[in-house]
């Protein structure tokens, strides 16, 4: 019976770091092996040990995936890192519901959201402690780290919301974030 009773959440999260903490939290890591053929250069990619930890996500899914209505929460954790001139940064994806939207916010260190539409036009915004940002339906997203910390964003997005990557894995976005005499640059493809 749960009538009258006060509960803790099964979830807490830290108010500076966002590190979550609970046994519902989910952690996902993505290793330079396998998500390599995101990267412009291939060459480059070879000069790291395979198990180069890209980047991690901490969720908390109160919800199966699918579910209309609920909501899931997450923390992505991107290292600081070039491959090449390119920025360490997530695989990207469509929401495989396209008209499901999702808030992002900066929390640590600075970098990029790359947004693209479905007329591939690619635009940035730029992450840093206290941005928020707004993507909306059917927009592509990738995060870029562009410092030399770890960049750490949290995230709200349907539960039914899914994951399409097969559009970016096999088109890619049409522009990619290098780095120009010091500066983030968005470069066409
Ligand atoms: C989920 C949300 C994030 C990303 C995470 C990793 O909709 O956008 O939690 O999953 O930033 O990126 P990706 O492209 O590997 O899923
Ligand atoms: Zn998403």
């Known amino acids: 019976m749960t009538h009258l009773k006060i509960f803790i959440s099964p979830v807490e999260i830290g108010l500076t770091n966002f590190e979550m903490k609970g046994s519902a939290v989910q952690f996902q890591q993505r290793q330079m092996d396998e998500i390599a053929p995101i990267f412009l250069d ?12 890209v980047y991690s996500v901490q969720s908390w899914q109160p919800v199966a995936e699918g579910t209309p209505g609920g909501l899931f929460f997450g923390v992505s954790t991107i290292m600081p890192g070039k491959v090449g001139r390119e920025y360490f940064m997530t695989k990207g994806h469509f ?47 990738r995060l870029a780290n562009t410092g030399d910390q770890n960049l750490v964003v949290g995230a709200c997005w349907p539960s039914d919301a899914g994951h399409d990557y097969d559009e970016i ?8 974030l290098i780095e120009i005499n010091g500066q983030p640059v968005l470069v066409s493809e």
Request: proline content about 3%.
């Open 95 to 141: 929401h495989a519901q396209s008209d499901c939207a999702e808030f992002y916010w900066g929390v640590q260190g600075k970098g990029v959201l790359i947004l693209m539409d479905r007329d591939r036009n690619t635009w940035g915004e730029e992450v840093y402690p206290g941005s928020l940002h707004y993507i909306g339906q059917d927009i592509a997203h």
């Open 169 to 176: 894995a096999g088109n890619g976005f049409s522009a990619r």
């Open 42 to 53: 291939h060459e480059a990619v070879k000069k790291f040990p395979s198990q180069t930890v």
